[in-house]
């Protein structure tokens, strides 16, 4: 620490990367993009088995990520929306417990037949996924993606006949807090005051407090909305649109507070008709909008190293920084 005090290292730093930003600046000039970026692509070949293995999206505010339960047979897709938390009184825990943020819930897709395989690909590129999940009764195609500029986040499956009938399932998740330690109990007051070296927790805290989920149809649009015991309530509404072995579904996550004269419900339903009023062309030029949009992100945090490896592990933090922070809440 002293040698860093002492010396001129940050001097160094600081030209270093000026002197990289000025010669990468002026050499992207003369790159590939689509190319360049393949080898950045992350690839699995076998099922991601938790929520640590699996491929996520994100514009950085809403979100998902990927990944398949054995147990059930079926791909669990969790979405999630960033600034969903509590607000809850610091007399019941830390930020972590009275300001917790929750979880949203998650689609889990039921196939015909057990789950047997995949080769999913994360265009970094095009910010989506990619690929195709296999089972004994057929094959079904994914294309995902977060749209960088709605609050959309669109799952386009296209299947074998063997897997037609393939369905996504809505489980909401509880709205408490992720993280275990707060006082159950008021005698447990004193304990978790103790560890946390803070007096002003004088109170226990109700992982229940929010009650259950109200989960119907509006304008023809299912929703899920849940209110808050301390203000404001959070909803997510979601529509599918089969054509033939085409399957596109589309999921809006909106909340209302500090604003809590608006309508979650509504207005995360009016964010999905607006999507699926647009013909194929319009739709189209929406997913175009999404790609174009990563494309010149790209552009203006270019890097490259001598060594692939580390340059992966840049260009990877460089799409995961819009991914929901809340995941790792998980």
């Known amino acids: 620490m002293e040698f860093y005090k002492k010396s001129n290292f940050s001097k ?13 600046s002026q050499a992207q000039h003369n790159i590939d ?40 047979n079926m791909l669990r897709l969790q979405v999630f929306r960033t600034d969903v938390h509590d607000h809850g009184p610091f007399t019941q825990g830390n930020a972590g417990v009275s300001r917790g943020r929750f979880q949203i819930g ?51 499956l296209q299947t074998s006949e063997g897997e037609r009938e393939c369905e996504w399932i809505w489980k909401p998740a509880k709205a408490t807090s992720t993280r275990k330690w707060y006082a159950k109990t008021q005698d447990e007051v004193p304990k978790v005051r103790k560890g946390y070296k803070s007096q002003w927790i004088s109170e226990s805290y109700d992982p229940n407090a929010h009650g259950k989920p109200e989960i119907s149809l509006k304008k023809n649009i299912n929703y899920c909305r849940q209110t808050l015991k301390y203000g404001g309530e959070h909803a997510t509404a979601w529509s599918e649109k089969v054509s033939g072995n085409k399957k596109t579904l589309l999921v809006s996550i909106t909340k209302n507070y500090p604003d809590i004269n608006s309508n979650s419900a509504e207005d995360a339903v009016d964010n999905v008709l607006k999507i699926y009023k647009k013909k194929n062309r319009q739709f189209n030029k929406w997913v175009t909008e999404h790609e174009e949009w990563w494309h010149s992100y790209y552009k203006k945090s270019f890097v490259s190293l001598n060594d692939t490896r580390v340059e992966t592990v840049y260009w990877t933090q460089i799409i995961s920084k819009l991914v929901p922070h809340v995941i790792t809440d998980l």
């Open 106 to 156: 998650s689609f889990y897709l039921k196939t015909k037949g057990k789950v047997t395989g995949c080769h999913l690909t994360l265009d970094t590129w095009n910010a989506k996924l990619k690929g195709k999940i296999s089972t004994d009764k057929g094959e079904i195609e994914i294309d995902h993606f977060t749209h960088t500029n709605d609050v959309i986040i669109a799952t386009t």
């Open 33 to 72: 993009w689509p190319n360049f970026m393949t080898r950045h692509y992350m690839v699995w070949e076998r099922l991601p088995a938790t929520f640590r293995e699996g491929p996520w999206t994100g514009n950085g505010l809403i979100g998902s990520l990927l990944w398949y339960e054995k147990k059930q």
């Open 12 to 24: 160094v730093y600081l030209f270093t990367m000026l002197l990289l930003l000025s010669v990468t």
